[in-house]
Structures are given as C-alpha cells and as structure tokens.
C-alpha cells in the first residue's frame, strides 16, 4: 500500500526567507504527486501538481524517484504562504484516490 | 462555477447520538468521495462513489457509517451510533467532467461527539 510522509508538523520562518516542506512516498510504481493548501477558515484546495512542473504562488516541487521525495519549495517566503500543507499520492490503477500525508503547518513571520 | 456544497458545518451530539452529512457535488462530476480528517492528521478516504456506484468503502466503518448517492449526484453520509473518536471533520469531495481528476473539496463538515 502507498504512503506518505512529512517529517515536519510544523515550520517557521521569516518573511522572504526560503521554505522547504518535505514529503517522502513510498510505492514501488509511478505515482501521481500533489501538493493540497489550507489557508485558514478556507478549503482546501490543490497548489500543485507533479505532473504540471508548473511553479504556482512562487511555489515548485520536484519529483524525485530515486530518493521518493516531493519536496515543496519557494525562494521567499510571503506571510500569505502561512497556511497547512498537505503532500498527497494518487496511483491510476486505484480510481484517482488520494493518501494523504499528516500535513505541515507553516507560518511566517513579518 | 460553484464548489462542492456541504451541510451541516458545525454539528455536536452525544456519543450513541447518530447524524447526517449532506454533499452536492460540482455539476457534471461523476466521482464523490467522504473523506475523515481527525484533528492532526491528514483526511483519510471513507468511500468513493463513481455515479451511484460504490468504487470503494473499504475504509468505511460499516457497522456504525453508511453513505449513498441514490441518483448519482447528492450523497449523504450517516453515522449511528456515533462514539467520542468519530470526532473530526468530514470532507466531501468530488472530480470529473470537464476538470478531469482533479479532485475538489468542500469545507467540511466538523463532528464533535461528547
């Protein structure tokens, strides 16, 4: 069965410093990778997707199979980056469902 | 265009109490899913509905949750009895259509059990 990882439950920084969220998978096929964002009193919704390599809000991620890592990234951190991060896995064969990794908190500071 | 529609959004009963979830999906998506999102964790799938068909419940706790989507679009998610850690919020979501499986969520149903 697939899984996901993020080590870290909570993140500080200061504005414009950079950010780094992690999130490690494990499943021996190619699956799909997604990054969900939770702003506050909001819904969550899909920041980006691996399939994309777009950069969204400033954010990129990378798909990494060797190290199954799809670690979150943005150069200068905005405090409306503050929100709950959530990495997420999908393979085709399973109807789209999504694994949710614990989520990472991240706040940043003025 | 409208997002997933869900009600109540703020429910408490006792424990042994049952309740109701309601969701409307986005126009013309076929899949729906219930996910369970207890406080610290990430939202865990419960079931997925594709029309009106269940894809998967595996996940569902069926001797206390039951859901259906009787005409393949509105889907009510039930709990009786409820007990103190079926406290968390439901989300319902939903994909398909024109958006692809891109899945959508609404903002939640928040269940406290006392």
């Known amino acids: 069965a697939q899984r996901v990882t993020q080590p870290e439950k909570l993140l500080s920084v200061f504005k414009g410093a950079p950010v780094e969220l992690k999130c490690n998978y494990s499943?021996?096929?190619?699956?799909?990778l997604f990054w969900y964002v939770q702003y506050s009193r909001q819904r969550l919704q899909l920041l980006l997707r691996h399939i994309s390599r777009e950069s969204i809000k400033g954010f990129t991620a990378d798909l990494n199979k060797g190290e199954t890592s799809f670690h979150l990234k943005k150069p200068f951190a905005q405090e409306e980056d503050s929100a709950m991060y959530y990495c997420a896995l999908t393979i085709q064969t399973n109807d789209y469902k999504l694994s949710f990794g614990a989520g990472t908190t991240v706040t940043v500071r003025a | 265009e409208a997002g997933v529609a869900q009600s109540p959004r703020y429910k408490i009963i006792e424990k042994r109490q049952s309740v109701a979830f309601w969701c409307n999906p986005i126009?013309?998506?076929?899949?729906l899913y219930w996910y369970q999102q207890i406080l610290g964790q990430g939202p865990k799938l419960l079931i997925q509905?594709?029309?009106?068909?269940?894809?998967?419940d595996s996940q569902l706790p069926k001797d206390r949750f039951s859901a259906e989507r009787l005409k393949g679009v509105d889907s009510t998610l039930k709990i009786q009895p409820a007990k103190l850690e079926d406290s968390a919020v439901y989300l319902c979501?939903?994909?398909?259509?024109?958006?692809?499986?891109?899945?959508?969520f609404g903002e939640g149903s928040w269940l406290t059990v006392v």
């Open positions: 499943y021996s096929g190619s699956p799909e």
């Open positions: 979501a939903s994909s398909g259509g024109e958006t692809g499986n891109t899945i959508y």
């Open positions: 509905f594709q029309n009106n068909g269940v894809v998967d």
């Open positions: 126009s013309g998506h076929a899949t």
